[in-house]
Nanobody, 128 residues
Framework: HVQLVESGGGSVQVGGSLKLSCESSGNTHGIVCMAWFRQAPGKEREGLAALASDGTTAYADSVKGRFTISVSREYTVNAPYLQMNNLTPDDSAMYYC?????????????????????WGQGTQVTVS
């Protein structure tokens, strides 16, 4: 089993930035696909960005150009960051990190909720 823990959420003003982190533990061997999702009250969970073990990334149109998914300097796909810039109130949501061992889920496609087995508990982002 894989455990994921997100951090870095908080309150920020319109136009501001936040950087979310996701730490993984447990049986992470074989994890080759990491992604970030978000869910606002009353809305479906939305895939934002995906990162594969070979560095391939994909972004939803709603965040393309503003959000960046990356890895730490020690390089591990199991600990992706999500840098979020130029935030708007529409970005307010609970943000989730997800992981799976299937490369195709991250190979250039916007992530889909049903594809991912492992999830964190989320970190809240509020933009006002």
């Amino acid at each position: 089993h894989v455990q994921l823990v997100e951090s870095g959420g908080g309150s920020v003003q319109v136009g501001g930035s936040l950087k979310l982190s996701c730490e993984s533990s447990g049986n992470t061997h074989g994890i080759v696909c990491m992604a970030w999702f978000r869910q606002a009250p009353g809305k479906e969970r939305e895939g934002l960005a995906a990162l594969a073990s070979d560095g391939t990334t994909a972004y939803a149109d709603s965040v393309k150009g503003r959000f960046t998914i990356s890895v730490s300097r020690e390089y591990t796909v199991n600990a992706p960051y999500l840098q979020m810039n130029n935030l708007t109130p529409d970005d307010s949501a609970m943000y989730y990190c997800a992981a799976d061992s299937v490369y195709d889920f991250c190979s250039g496609f916007v992530p889909t909720e049903g594809d991912f087995r492992y999830w964190g508990q989320g970190t809240q982002v509020t933009v006002s």
